[in-house]
């Protein structure tokens, strides 16, 4: 059931205009009565009955005017409280997302987690250096979330045990865990670095770049433009063939020989005399 309050101006009203209708009634009662019977009051009440119908007339529109403005103002509140209801509602369907993606985002960490322990060691290490206590604290983590249970009590510690543990990793924990010289989130990103190991370099062992150098091209001082179609500007030397070069030594050979000896042949022979 609502309980509706009512307006102070419209309760003064109210009572005032009962107040004139219960003079109108009495003016009618006069009305219908004896004239002789009346007394000098009752006969000026009568002659006042125009003064109190125009008062209930304007009580009435006071009231019906005040009704129209109470139903704006109900429809107005109806609108804000629809609208502090549906920002309400917004607030909330937005609080449950963040909650269901931060939920969702610590599973994902937790089956992250249980996978990396269960990994082989060599497969979860592979070449990558982790000091003893780093390993410590892998085996004992493995060894305490995934170790015999000999009977149902430890099986239930260790689901207690899991939780907290998944809990401390996920939010970073700065304490110690327990029995080990790591704290929870220098595990955690250890577990992370584990499992994204750094890229190594393509090219040797000193990191060098494998983006590959940009070749540059000698640039030409003609203003003409190249044409690869064109025949080349530098001509190829000519190789000679080695038979023909060959030939034309022993040839110049034989006649610088020949003329040496006719040379001595001259000079051997003997003079003829002159006859005078």
């Known amino acids: 059931m609502i309980c509706t309050i009512e307006n102070p101006i419209e309760a003064l009203i109210n009572k005032r205009l009962r107040t004139q209708r219960k003079r109108m009634t009495k003016i009618e009662n006069y009305e219908a009565a004896d004239k002789s019977t009346l007394n000098q009051d009752q006969i000026e009440a009568i002659g006042r ?97 995934f170790g015999p249970f000999v009977d149902v009590q430890s099986a239930s510690a260790s689901v207690e045990f ?48 494998s983006e590959p150098e940009p070749i540059s091209f000698p640039t030409t001082q003609s203003s003409e433009s190249i044409n690869f179609l064109s025949e080349p500007i530098v001509q190829e030397p000519v190789l000679e063939d080695p038979v023909e070069v060959l030939e034309e030594k022993v040839n110049k050979l034989v006649i610088v020989k020949a003329h040496d000896e006719k040379k001595k042949k001259k000079s051997t022979s003997p003079k003829k005399k002159v006859v005078s």
């Open 49 to 145: 009955k125009p003064e109190v119908s125009y008062l209930i007339k304007e009580f009435e529109e006071v009231l019906k005017q005040l009704a129209v403005i109470e139903g704006e103002q109900q429809v107005q509140e109806q609108k804000a409280a629809e609208e502090r209801l549906a920002e309400t509602n917004r607030l909330l369907q937005e609080k449950r997302a963040e909650v269901e993606l931060e939920a969702q985002a610590a599973q994902n960490h937790l089956h992250l987690v249980n996978y990396a322990l269960n990994m082989h060691w060599p497969s979860l290490i592979g070449r990558q250096s982790i000091n003893e206590a780093e390993f410590n604290a892998l085996v004992l983590a493995k060894n305490s979330l």
């Open 162 to 209: 899991s939780r907290h543990f998944h809990e401390k990793m996920y939010n970073k924990s700065q304490e110690l865990f327990q029995g080990s010289l790591l704290t929870f989130a220098q595990l955690d990103d250890l577990i992370v670095r584990l499992l994204n190991p750094p890229a190594e370099p393509k090219f040797g062992m000193f990191g060098v770049s």
